[in-house]
């Protein structure tokens, strides 16, 4: 009896000192849990130290940036006030090259003796010159005519392509103050061809007198402008044999 009694209460105690299973599975699971709060608390930490570091960085470039964005732009406006000095020097110098060749008749003429005519036009006309053709290459760089009143024209570059007049250039529209033997300089030189015809629009009517039987300019009552063809057939006045004092001055080549 008293040894069955014994065996009973050492199993009741090895019982009593056993944890049960699920409570030091939870001891486990929280373990690990712990565990990895802290790396991830560590990873956090390792993140904001590198995203300090970064926008340390990006402020830096930024400032940079800025440098170079100020020298960048301190020498384009000074780049780009010297080119636009320089160019008003060259043209100034080009001007005045041209109206010293243009008044001391040192440059090529093309187009009808400057003289005083007797008929007059009464309406706008575009003149296109057939009897003084560009003779050679070069540039034309003015109009020169000697008008009865003032008034406006264009002076037109024409271009033959197979039996068409092509408008290739056309000037400004330039103002004739006075009556009498005038000159004009284009605002920009232009390049011309051997063969190439020359017209003038005026659209004033009676600027320019005219005689007849003693050249071959033709005309139409209508402008044509920069792009446009024309046949010459079309043009009017061919039996007149019409010829006015107008022309233009340039460097052709020698």
């Not at 090529?108 to 007059?120: C, K, N, Q, W």
């Not at 005026?202 to 007849?212: E, K, Q, R, Y």
């Not at 057939?233 to 080549?253: I, K, M, P």
Request: aromatic fraction near 6%.
């Amino acid at each position: 009896m008293n040894k069955k009694v014994i065996m009973v209460a050492m199993a009741s105690l090895l019982a009593a000192c056993q944890t049960p299973p699920d409570i030091q599975q939870l001891q486990n699971e929280k373990t690990g849990l712990q565990n990895q709060l802290e790396e991830a608390n560590s990873y956090i930490t390792q993140l904001k130290s590198d995203e300090a570091n970064l926008q340390r960085e990006m402020a830096e470039r930024d400032r940079v940036i800025g440098v170079l964005s100020g020298e960048k732009n301190s020498r384009v406006v000074t780049s780009t006030q010297l080119r636009g000095q320089v160019r008003q020097f060259v043209q100034q110098q080009v001007d005045a090259l041209k109206s010293f060749l243009l008044e001391g008749n040192l440059l090529d003429y093309i187009g009808g003796e400057l003289v005083e005519r007797t008929a007059i036009d009464e309406q706008p006309l575009l003149v296109v010159d057939l009897a003084n053709a560009v003779p050679k290459d070069g540039s034309l760089t003015s109009v020169g005519g000697h008008f009865i009143r003032s008034g406006n024209l264009r002076v037109k570059v024409m271009r033959r392509v197979e039996d068409s007049l092509v408008v290739v250039w056309e000037s400004q529209t330039l103002v004739i103050k006075d009556a009498g033997l005038q000159k004009v300089s284009f605002s920009v030189s232009v390049g011309v061809q051997q063969g190439d015809v020359i017209a003038y629009y005026l659209s004033d009517p009676g600027m320019v007198g005219f005689d007849t039987g003693t050249g071959n300019s033709r005309y139409l009552t209508e402008d044509v402008s920069f792009g446009k063809a024309i046949r010459q057939s079309s043009l009017l006045g061919e039996q007149q044999r019409r010829s006015y004092s107008l022309g233009v001055y340039g460097l052709l080549d020698t």
